[in-house]
């Protein structure tokens, strides 16, 4: 019976331990490629600005590393300084990092609806707050920025989440759990593109996504 015992303490440190070191792996991968994309930007700029502007394509915002795709900020809540660096893939990449962009949606500025989904930990305790006519910043490694501001907000159960199916719009989705810390419900967000103005943004430099989807991603699993 006490070898029983045991082993029932065991497994249960198990059971909290594991998901307590994966928190802490994706903090850390979180935090130094923010702080690798916060090193760049207008600090790489090679030669002087030209016509009273920085030359673009002289400029690198973020670092070289594959795995980073664009800076997110939730402008929208300023007084946290929330802010993570997406990676871009499938929702396997949550595994890793804290917070991706879904390959084979649109790039941030092009048609359709891009989707974002992240970890509310161990970063954004207080991301609930964010709300309609809140903004969010995306920029990608040209530093080229895409603002977009909330339209729509939901608290829903997973299995009522159909904002991933793709859109006519130039849209923002994006999608975390709730509550923190837990994951019994979804946090949704539409946003939609306010600068540049819809169908005149550039191409952009992320690496990834797409200007067309299919019928949209699976449900991430947080």
């Not at 019994?184 to 992320?206: E, M, Q």
């Amino acid at each position: 019976m006490l070898l029983l015992g045991i082993a029932a303490v065991l497994a249960g440190a198990a059971l909290i331990v594991g998901p307590l070191l994966g928190v802490f792996s994706r903090g850390n991968a979180d935090k130094s490629a923010l702080q690798d994309w916060n090193s760049g930007g207008s600090q790489k700029l090679v030669g002087p600005p030209r016509g009273g502007s920085a030359d673009v394509s002289k400029v690198t915002c973020g670092d070289s590393s594959p795995s980073d795709y664009a800076l997110v900020t939730f402008t929208g809540l300023s007084q946290y300084h929330y802010a993570g660096v997406s990676g871009n893939g499938t929702w396997d990449l949550l595994n890793q990092r804290s917070m991706v962009h879904y390959n084979g949606t649109p790039n941030p500025g092009q048609q359709g609806n891009v989707i974002i989904a992240f970890h509310r930990e161990p970063d954004y305790q207080y991301i609930n707050q964010m709300g309609v006519g809140d903004t969010i910043t995306i920029q990608d490694k040209s530093c080229h920025n895409y603002v977009y501001k909330i339209t729509q907000a939901w608290n829903l159960p997973p299995s009522q989440v159909t904002q991933l199916a793709p859109t006519s719009g130039y849209d923002l989705t994006l999608i975390t759990c709730d509550p923190w810390w837990q994951d019994y419900d979804r946090l949704v967000w539409r946003a939609t593109l306010i600068s540049p103005s819809p169908g005149t943004a550039s191409p952009g430099n992320f690496g990834g996504g797409a200007s067309s989807q299919g019928s949209g991603p699976g449900q991430p699993q947080f």
